[in-house]
Each structure stands twice: as C-alpha cells, then as structure tokens.
C-alpha cells in the first residue's frame, strides 16, 4: 500500500507561481498529476516514471509546469510557473505500480491517489 500526502496548494495570481508536493510516491513505478475543476473531469497534468528519465505532459501546461522527483525525501513534485486562472482546480497525485501503465494520461493506470490540494489563481 502507498500512502500519498499532497501539499502547497493555495491562492495565486494569475502569472504566479506555486510548488506542489507529493510525499510517498517517488518510488513507485510512474506518478502523475491530475486536476478536477468544479463541474469538469478529472483531467491529466503530468507524470514521469521512476526508472527513466521520461516525462510527459498535458499541451495546457506543457512549458509552464515541471514535474520533478527527489529520490531521498521520496517525494514528486509539480513547480507550476506562468500561472493561469484556468489551472484552478483541486490537484492530485498518484501512482502507478506499472501493471496495466501506458502514457499515464487516464486515471485507471494509476493504483493509488492522494487526497488532493486546492490551487486558486485569480486573474
């Protein structure tokens, strides 16, 4: 079982910045970002695998968001840049054990999830 805490969510202006955290989930196979706006679908953001440098991204954030992990404090993290009031949303992470993992893009390649952070971005 893997336990997930998320944190640094909060309120920025639009063309800000913010860091999100994602403690227990740098070992496992893959971790992905998503978000979910009021009234949307939850909706991928990022994910990266663990044993190689392979990264991707969703077009809407591609250049303004990094997904990164630190193997020592076991934690992924979402540096956000470029802010805009259309990424609010609750965000959450999650991880794959890389059973039935193939882009990361769908919620259903991922076991385990956090409980989600809210980001704000007012314009």
């Known amino acids: 079982q893997v336990h997930l805490v998320e944190s640094g969510g909060g309120l920025a202006q639009a063309g800000g910045h913010l860091r999100l955290s994602c403690e227990g989930s740098a070992h496992s196979f893959a971790t992905g970002w998503f978000r979910q706006a009021p009234g949307k679908d939850r909706e991928f953001v990022a994910t990266?695998?663990?044993?190689?440098?392979?990264?991707y991204y969703a077009e809407s954030v591609k250049g303004r968001f990094i997904i990164s992990r630190d193997n020592a404090k076991n934690t992924v993290y979402l540096q956000m840049n470029s802010l805009k009031p259309e990424d609010t949303a609750v965000y959450y992470c999650?991880?794959?054990?890389?059973?039935?993992?193939?882009?990361?893009?769908?919620?259903?390649?991922?076991?385990?999830w956090g409980q989600g952070t809210q980001v704000t971005v007012s314009s």
């Open positions: 999650a991880a794959s054990e890389g059973v039935i993992f193939t882009t990361g893009e769908t919620p259903y390649e991922y076991d385990f």
């Open positions: 990266m695998k663990s044993s190689i440098p392979w990264t």
